[in-house]
T-cell receptor, first 119, second 113 residues
Framework: DAGVIQSPRHEVTEMGQEVTLRCKPI?????LFWYRQTMMRGLELLIY????????DSGMPEDRFSAKMPNASFSTLKIQPSEPRDSAVYFC?????????????????FGPGTRLTVL | DAKTTQPTSMDCAEGRAANLPCNHS???????VYWYRQIHSQGPQYIIH?????ETNEMASLIITEDRKSSTLILPHATLRDTAVYYC??????????????WGLGTSLAVNP
């Protein structure tokens, strides 16, 4: 398995532009997570899906952010309009079902991240 | 949610054991302790987790105190490749299928030659 795939790896855009980040989870995983990481705030959970359904989006900073998961193999995180304070590394992670307490329980597999710079 | 407290940074000599502490004094009885690490420019990587008993795998050992208010991650023979930020996380309890992990700022471990 290729692991979690994210694209693009790097994105530089200007303030006000729309940005779309993409994620392909590991096949068979039924949970998908979007995180944002900055030096100041560390790793923050933005939203997560279970079986393509958004379960908790309380971490989404504001209405400019939206996430979709149209099918089990694809998710997007969109920022519109983008602002300089959105500059960060955005990670996507996925996980599958695991037996309680077992080695895979709650283990999340992370993608390589997308480094977003908004000028 | 139970929060965790970790030292900001630590140093360790290559080949020696690295002991990374974590305080989670408000942990609930059904919450697990998880450890992840993040090597520079990569996504976080799962290391180990535990509930009450000490755990060991091919990467590390996890020692949880009897009152479960703190734990220590042990890398028995640290190598330069273990230089990373280490996150101690307590899983939020939920009767449903909440799989969220609450992340802090972690400990930046530097393994020195």
């Amino acid at each position: 398995d290729a692991g979690v795939i994210q694209s693009p790896r790097h994105e530089v855009t200007e303030m006000g532009q729309e940005v779309t980040l993409r994620c392909k989870p590991i096949s068979g995983h039924d949970y998908l997570f979007w995180y944002r990481q900055t030096m100041m705030r560390g790793l923050e959970l933005l939203i997560y899906f279970n079986n393509n359904v958004p379960i908790d989006d309380s971490g989404m900073p504001e209405d400019r952010f939206s996430a979709k998961m149209p099918n089990a193999s694809f998710s997007t995180l969109k920022i519109q309009p983008s602002e300089p304070r959105d500059s960060a590394v955005y990670f996507c992670a996925s996980r599958g079902l695991g037996t309680s307490g077992g080695a895979g329980y709650n283990e999340q597999f992370f993608g390589p991240g997308t480094r977003l710079t908004v000028l | 949610d139970a929060k965790t407290t970790q030292p900001t940074s630590m140093d360790c000599a290559e080949g020696r054991a690295a002991n990374l502490p974590c305080n989670h004094s408000t942990i609930s009885g059904n919450e697990y302790v998880y450890w992840y690490r993040q090597i520079h420019s990569q996504g976080p990587q799962y290391i180990i987790h535990g509930l009450k008993n000490n755990e060991t795998n091919e990467m590390a050992s996890l020692i949880i105190t009897e009152d479960r208010k703190s734990s220590t991650l042990i890398l028995p023979h640290a190598t330069l490749r273990d230089t990373a930020v280490y996150y101690c996380i307590v899983r939020r309890p939920n009767a449903g299928n909440n799989r969220k992990l609450i992340w802090g700022l972690g400990t930046s471990l530097a393994v020195n030659p």
